[in-house]
């Protein structure tokens, strides 16, 4: 099998702090990657710089196109990479806000991807978002509501929807329960795990919240400083961490 | 002559102005930012659309200023002034007789010919203002033709209303390029836009100039199962009797009487003088006829 990103060397500097640095991974089609550090330790860095967001300095992010074909989307064009950003991928951004436009509606959001792909029938585009809504729990009564009208977690369900729309491949998701209270944070995982496996989704997790990876990655990354410290299968990194970074990290987790 | 330079501006602003006109004409429908001068009028009164027409006169030229199709409001009136002032050029009210029109919020209704320019004047010339706030990202938006985000303005319209409630300012695809906001005139108006004459416009407070030369292809926007409209009242109008003009309708009184009349003043008048009359005003005829005897 091939794989679906292969990212060889990124490294991002800020002046001479180091953002995160020669990063190497292969992530396979229908595979979550979790990654995990503390705060600063490079996490968001690495996702921008892998969706495009950001410019690294050095390194290649090969992205399978659908005609099967490795590009590198670090030096392919930016109206290509703006094309693949609203098709094949799809980015969960921390804070729903950020992510959706608070001032259309919910049924807008939804289709504004569809839209931005040529969909120019009102009626189909209704459609999908009303059942893209359902997907995510949320009624059909509230696809004219805006997202203001919302409580966090359904914004994160839209915010989520509206992502998916166009059918990605790969999503990038950043601190995607943060903010949620605890029994909000469950619905909206099990809801994740549901849809990762139903659309063969792969996807690319940060996260300080282990317990978010241990549901969702099938392979997890810990990151220290901007370097990768420990990687490995999730179960096999959480139940028997290597590195120390890891073991504490491990460790601070609080035993209920 | 007074002691203004020929229409008010200096050579160099005109011939910048001017620079920016011919810019815009070469990629029609794209906004050519332009360094707008302060003119001796309010932003919003015109001082795009003035600079533009100051740009464009000459001393043979014959100009005709209207605003919502009116030749005798504020703002139509103090423009003709000012350039009869500052240009000492030839003014008139028939839209046959002009060479350059300027105009706010309408179209004539006669068709125009290839030797005559249309000038707009713009409030707010980019159209995806309302959906995107950031200039750096609209401009991003117009350079990679990433238009999407109009039709979620339009499904809004459809969501919110059961129809494509925008009457004015209705986006509209230029020559399968750009697309462009019209400067707020009703949808009416949009699908004479494919017109024999040059069409100018300016945006003063915004700086931007853009421009469409004669028979370009205008498309506005709109969903396959809610196809674009071009809208009007449903009435005759009451003084001349026209069917295929656009109307402003006139409350009359406290009873709820209201009549609907041409907004193009100078359309109503000829045809009036023509011998067409409308409904209201031939019975106000009849009675004046009535006294009379």
């Known amino acids: 099998m091939t794989p679906l990103l292969k990212v060889e060397n990124i490294s991002k500097f800020y002046g001479r702090r180091i953002g995160c640095k020669d990063v190497n991974f292969d992530l396979y089609p229908g595979e979550v990657m979790g990654i995990v550090g503390e705060s600063g330790s490079g996490k968001s860095t690495l996702l921008n710089c892998l969706a495009g967001h950001l410019d690294p300095d050095t390194g290649e992010v090969l992205f399978e196109m659908r005609d099967g074909a490795l590009r590198d989307t670090v030096t392919m064009s930016e109206p290509e990479r703006r094309m693949l950003s609203r098709t094949d991928w799809a980015f969960v951004h921390q804070h729903a806000r950020d992510g959706l436009r608070m001032n259309v509606s919910a049924g807008g959001n939804v289709g504004e991807r569809l839209m931005a792909v040529g969909a120019r029938h009102y009626g189909n585009i209704r459609e999908e978002a009303v059942d893209w809504l359902g997907r995510v729990e949320i009624s059909e009564t509230r696809v004219d509501d805006r997202p203001t009208q919302f409580s966090g977690g359904m914004q994160q369900r839209l915010q989520i929807a509206r992502n998916l729309v166009t059918g990605p491949r790969l999503v990038f998701m950043d601190e995607p329960t943060g903010g949620l209270d605890v029994s909000v944070q469950a619905r909206l995982l099990d809801l994740l795990r549901g849809l990762v496996r139903e659309m063969g989704l792969s996807a690319i997790i940060v996260t300080h919240d282990l317990a978010v990876v241990r549901l969702l990655a099938d392979r997890l990354m810990v990151m220290k400083d901007g370097y990768v410290v420990e990687t490995g299968l999730t179960d096999q990194v959480l139940d028997d961490p290597q590195h120390a970074y890891t073991q504490l990290l491990v460790s601070s987790v609080l035993q209920v | ?293």
């Not at chain 2, 290839?114 to 203002?129: K, T, W």
């Not at chain 2, 609907?260 to 409308?278: E, I, N, P, Q, W």
């Open chain 2, 1 to 293: 002559m007074s002691d203004y330079n020929f229409a008010y501006l200096d050579e160099q602003t005109k011939r910048m102005i001017r620079r920016a006109i011919l810019k815009g004409l070469a990629i029609p429908g794209y906004q050519v930012p332009f360094a707008s001068r302060e003119m001796p009028m309010p932003y919003g009164w015109g001082t795009g659309g003035v600079q533009v027409s100051a740009a464009t006169l000459t001393p043979e030229d014959t100009l005709k200023v209207i605003d919502q199709g009116a030749d005798d409001t504020t703002n139509a009136v103090s423009i003709r002034k000012f350039f009869e002032k500052t240009a000492g050029v030839a003014t008139t009210e028939e839209t046959a007789q002009a060479s350059v029109i300027q105009t706010r919020h309408r179209i004539p209704e006669e068709d125009l010919r290839e030797d005559q320019i249309l000038v707009y004047q713009v409030p707010i010339p980019e159209p995806l203002r309302f959906l995107e706030p950031s200039e750096i990202e609209t401009r991003k938006m117009h350079s990679l033709e990433e238009y999407g985000l109009m039709h979620v303005k339009l499904y809004e319209d459809i969501a919110k209303h059961g129809a494509i409630a925008t009457s004015y300012a209705y986006p509209v695809k230029i020559e399968g390029r750009y697309v462009m906001d019209p400067s707020p005139i009703p949808k009416f108006d949009n699908p004479k836009m494919e017109m024999a004459a040059i069409q100018l416009f300016g945006a003063g407070r915004e700086q931007r100039i853009y421009a469409l030369p004669p028979y370009c292809q205008v498309v506005s926007l709109d969903f396959e199962d809610y196809p674009f409209e071009a809208s009007k009242a449903d009435h005759a109008c009451d003084m001349c009797g026209a069917t295929n003009s656009y109307l402003d309708e006139v409350i009359m009184d406290d009873a709820g009487n209201r009549m609907f009349v041409c907004s193009d003043t100078d359309y109503c008048a000829s045809r009036r003088k023509a011998g067409h009359l409308g409904a209201q005003a031939a019975a106000a005829s009849a009675a004046l006829k009535e006294t009379a005897a």
